[in-house]
């Protein structure tokens, strides 16, 4: 299992960026078998998939909304994944949460179905 914690959430107007960063803490399985997603909500919405990461970095896959905008990455020695968010947009807005994958079966799981372990969110808001 594993514990992850989100933060680098904020307030920033459109053309800005943010980086966000997830820590995380694994028991039996290490950190660096679980693939790692990050997802968004926003208000009436449903929570959808930004980008997601697999055990190596090696794999990544990206929503078409952030393509070329958006960077995940991963750290295995410090435990902790990170999105870069550049030229955000008011749409942009919602809050994020990282999520661990629950099987190496998939790369990158593209469904919350698929993520087993989920931090508490950080709020991003995009002003226009």
């Known amino acids: 299992q594993v514990q992850v914690a989100e933060s680098g959430g904020g307030l920033v107007q459109a053309g800005g960026s943010l980086r966000l960063s997830c820590a995380a803490a694994a028991s039996g399985r290490t950190f660096s078998s679980y693939a790692m997603g990050w997802f968004r909500q926003a208000p009436g919405k449903e929570r959808v998939v930004v980008a997601a990461i697999n055990w190596s970095g090696g794999i990544t896959y990206y929503a078409d909304s952030v393509k070329g905008r958006f960077t995940i990455s991963r750290d295995n020695a410090k435990n902790a994944v990170y999105l870069q968010m550049n030229s955000l947009k008011p749409e942009d807005t919602a809050v994020y949460y990282c999520?661990?994958?629950?099987?190496?079966?998939?790369?990158?799981?593209?469904?919350?179905?698929?993520?087993?372990?989920w931090g508490q969110g950080t709020q991003v808001t995009v002003s226009s």
């Open positions: 999520a661990a994958g629950r099987t190496l079966s998939i790369p990158t799981p593209r469904t919350p179905q698929e993520y087993a372990y």
